[in-house]
Structure formats: structure tokens, C-alpha cells
């Protein structure tokens, strides 16, 4: 269960952003999770809830955007969004959308990546 460590990674970087801010409380938290990522959104949405608990995050509201895998065939030269086969979940099978191949490059779409915070500060800072 990856989701734990990337849970408690994701929710470290927000609050030493929210601190290097001097945010009093953290409103909305916006994540960017690849398709790649081998990680179920359902299950980190739920450690999520539960991490924050007693924190200045307690009750941001938190957002997960789906980010396309992205890739380059080194048959076709077609460069976009890739085919994934998520029959197996834990390792989907990526080939070209142009002409099928599985001699790609992936460019994008493997990150978790801490898009957006937003957050509350003091009325005197």
C-alpha cells in the first residue's frame, strides 16, 4: 500500500508550504495524479481524510486532475496521448495509438505532482 508514503509525502509538502506562508489554514489542495502513477485515487483520497485530521488541511477540500499519459513511438514518430491497456491495473500495457507499436518513450503521466494550494493567512500578514 504505496498510498500511505505518497499520502503522507503529499500532505508534508502542503504544510511546509503552508507554513513557509504563514497560513493559518489550507482551504483547497489540488493533485495531479499520471495514469501511470500506479496509485488509486480512491484509496489516497481516503489516507488522505484520515492523515489530516487535527491539521491546518482538516478541511481543505482536495481535487485530483488525471494527467494523460504522454509518448513518443520510435516506429511512427507519433507524439501524444498513448493507448493503455489497464486491464491489469498494476502494470497496464502502453502502446501507440497511430500504429500499435510498444517501442514508445513516456514523457508524461507517471507523476503525482502538488499542483495548487490554497490557502488562509492572518489578517495582519
Known amino acids: 500500500m504505496h498510498e500511505l ?5 503529499i500532505i508534508n509538502a502542503v504544510l511546509d508550504t503552508a507554513k513557509e506562508n504563514n497560513a493559518t489554514e489550507v482551504n483547497k489542495v489540488t493533485i495531479e495524479v499520471g ?3 500506479m496509485i488509486n485515487p480512491e484509496q489516497l483520497q481516503f489516507i ?3 492523515l489530516i485530521e487535527n ?6 477540500e ?5 494527467v494523460p499519459v504522454e509518448m513518443k513511438c520510435f516506429d511512427c514518430d507519433f507524439h501524444g496521448n498513448a493507448v493503455l491497456d489497464d486491464s491489469d491495473h498494476y502494470a497496464p500495457l502502453v502502446k501507440c495509438p497511430k500504429c500499435n ?15 495548487n494550494i490554497v ?4 489578517d495582519d500578514a
Open 5 to 9: 508514503s505518497m499520502a503522507q509525502g
Open 35 to 37: 495514469r501511470l502513477a
Open 48 to 50: 488522505l481524510g484520515v
Open 55 to 60: 491539521t491546518i488541511m482538516e478541511d481543505a
Open 62 to 66: 482536495i481535487n485530483f486532475e488525471e
Open 101 to 115: 507499436s510498444l517501442k514508445i518513450d513516456i514523457l508524461n503521466g507517471k507523476d503525482i505532482i502538488v499542483k
Open 119 to 122: 490557502i488562509e493567512k492572518p
